[in-house]
T-cell receptor, first 112, second 112 residues
Framework: EDQVTQSPEALRLQEGESSSLNCSYTVSGLRGLFWYRQDPGKGPEFLFTLYSAGEEKEKERLKATLTKKESFLHITAPKPEDSATYLCAVQGSSGGYNKLIFGAGTRLAVHP | DGGITQSPKYLFRKEGQNVTLSCEQNLNHDAMYWYRQDPGQGLRLIYYSQIVNDFQKGDIAEGYSVSREKKESFPLTVTSAQKNPTAFYLC???????????FGQGTRLTVV
């Protein structure tokens, strides 16, 4: 069964303190791995798509990496405005159609 | 501006009533989706549609219905058969069914 597990559930950082969020997955025939940012009461905002092991994508203070079993979202020198829930999702090819399987997310709080 | 518009933002339903959530997109995307988000859980797929006049059940379709009469619109009806409808509902669309999805701002439904 396709599954996505994110850790930690919550993370508190001081401004400037770099860290990483983990997304472990099992999926039949990975088509893509997606990272989203979600602010409270809002819809998820698309960040990155990764398609194959070894691939990396960067955007401002965020860098996403992918292996065959997990993905990391590295946050370098975070600022308070990076506080949000970060969601990971995978898209596999089982079941005859492509759908996103989401993890429960990591709630990130960055304090000044 | 292109995007996905969900309305209303907040919706209150009495027990036994059907309610319809609106989702409109002007991105010219073929695929549209409805997800449900509950605290501490990942997003779960309710229904999806890859083209006009076609839609498929997701993982938790019981108590919900949809239609896709126009490419731009994918309304979701929460029927009285849905036993626990209080949740945050998210509509999304993608160019095709195997590319990244973009989300609306959500509708929070509360049963009173």
């Amino acid at each position: 069964e396709d599954q996505v597990t994110q850790s930690p559930e919550a993370l508190r950082l001081q401004e400037g303190e770099s860290s990483s969020l983990n997304c472990s997955y099992t999926v039949s025939g990975l088509r893509g791995l997606f990272w989203y940012r979600q602010d409270p009461g809002k819809g998820p905002e698309f960040l990155f798509t990764l398609y194959s092991a070894g691939e990396e994508k960067e955007k401002e203070r965020l860098k996403a990496t992918l292996t065959k079993k997990e993905s990391f979202l590295h946050i370098t020198a975070p600022k308070p405005e990076d506080s949000a829930t970060y969601l990971c999702a995978v898209q596999g090819s089982s079941g005859g159609y492509n759908k996103l399987i989401f993890g429960a997310g990591t709630r990130l709080a960055v304090h000044p | 501006d292109g995007g996905i518009t969900q309305s209303p933002k907040y919706l209150f339903r009495k027990e036994g009533q059907n309610v319809t959530l609106s989702c409109e997109q002007n991105l010219n995307h073929d695929a549209m989706y409805w997800y449900r988000q509950d605290p501490g859980q990942g997003l779960r797929l309710i229904y999806y549609s890859q083209i006009v006049n076609d839609f498929q059940k997701g993982d938790i379709a019981e108590g919900y219905s949809v239609s896709r009469e126009k490419k731009e619109s994918f309304p979701l009806t929460v029927t009285s058969a849905q036993k626990n409808p209080t949740a945050f509902y998210l509509c999304a669309s993608s160019i095709k069914s195997n590319t990244e999805a973009f989300f609306g701002q959500g509708t929070r439904l509360t049963v009173v």
